[in-house]
């Protein structure tokens, strides 16, 4: 991986090195990142990272951070649809998000930064926002007689998303490739949540 361009002096080095992780970590996998091997990639000192991360855990909850903002915005490029093709849409864009960036939904999601309760404050804060905006999502679809409206919303939101992630992790962990179940697995979840 090439060295890039310090925006140190923009003032904008955490943005670049968490940019910089995430294509590190998709590139050569989470055992290859390190702050060094940021530090050399983003060309500045090997002390300046230690500005913004305290170490290698801040510096992945900072990725798994940045996947969750990226995730929220997609149910933001959605408000123009309505309905079913807003559900469709919002599973298509989650799967490919999810399959696309491995590493990075990997350290979203997984016991790497949760199970030890390893999480900054930060990403839980942006995970739990998150969450509530899809069970926003799901509130104002059940009122719309969208989304199946005899369990209690925020039900249905967990169920959702635990599905949706479910299918996710065996899309990635390599149980289903065919791009064609996968298609029809994406349109079999939103029938099974569309009342």
Same mark, same amino acid.
């Given at each position: 991986?090439?060295?890039?361009?310090?925006?140190?002096?923009?003032?904008?080095?955490?943005?670049?090195?968490?940019?910089?992780?995430?294509?590190?970590?998709?590139?050569?996998?989470?055992? *290859?990142?390190?702050?060094?091997?940021?530090?050399?990639?983003?060309?500045?000192?090997?002390? *300046?990272?230690?500005?913004?991360?305290?170490?290698?855990?801040?510096?992945?909850?900072?990725?798994?951070? *940045?996947?969750?903002?990226?995730?929220?915005?997609?149910?933001?490029?959605?408000?123009?649809?309505?309905?079913?093709?807003?559900?469709?849409?919002?599973?298509?864009?989650?799967?490919?998000?999810?399959?696309?960036?491995?590493?990075?939904?990997?350290?979203?999601?997984?016991?790497?930064?949760?199970?030890?309760?390893?999480?900054?404050?930060?990403?839980?804060?942006?995970?739990?926002?998150?969450?509530?905006?899809?069970?926003?999502?799901?509130?104002?679809?059940?009122?719309?007689?969208?989304?199946?409206?005899?369990?209690?919303?925020?039900?249905?939101?967990?169920?959702?998303?635990?599905?949706?992630?479910?299918?996710?992790?065996?899309?990635?962990?390599?149980?289903?490739?065919?791009?064609?179940?996968?298609?029809?697995?994406? *349109?079999?979840?939103?029938?099974?949540?569309?009342?």
């Amino acid at each position: 991986m090439k060295a890039l361009k310090s925006h140190y002096h923009h003032g904008d080095l955490r943005a670049t090195l968490v940019e910089a992780a995430v294509r590190l970590l998709e590139t050569e996998g989470i055992d *290859a990142l390190s702050i060094r091997r940021l530090a050399e990639l983003t060309g500045v000192s090997r002390a *300046a990272p230690y500005h913004h991360f305290q170490d290698k855990r801040e510096l992945l909850c900072a990725i798994a951070e *940045a996947g969750f903002v990226q995730q929220e915005a997609t149910l933001t490029a959605l408000e123009d649809l309505q309905g079913r093709e807003r559900i469709e849409q919002f599973v298509h864009t989650y799967v490919s998000f999810a399959t696309q960036h491995r590493e990075q939904y990997d350290l979203m999601y997984g016991r790497e930064i949760w199970k030890n309760s390893g999480a900054t404050t930060s990403l839980e804060v942006v995970a739990k926002q998150c969450f509530k905006r899809w069970l926003s999502e799901v509130t104002a679809l059940q009122a719309q007689s969208i989304l199946n409206n005899n369990l209690p919303a925020v039900r249905v939101a967990q169920v959702s998303w635990a599905a949706l992630h479910g299918l996710c992790r065996l899309i990635n962990d390599g149980i289903y490739a065919d791009d064609a179940d996968i298609e029809a697995m994406e *349109a079999s979840l939103v029938a099974m949540l569309v009342s």
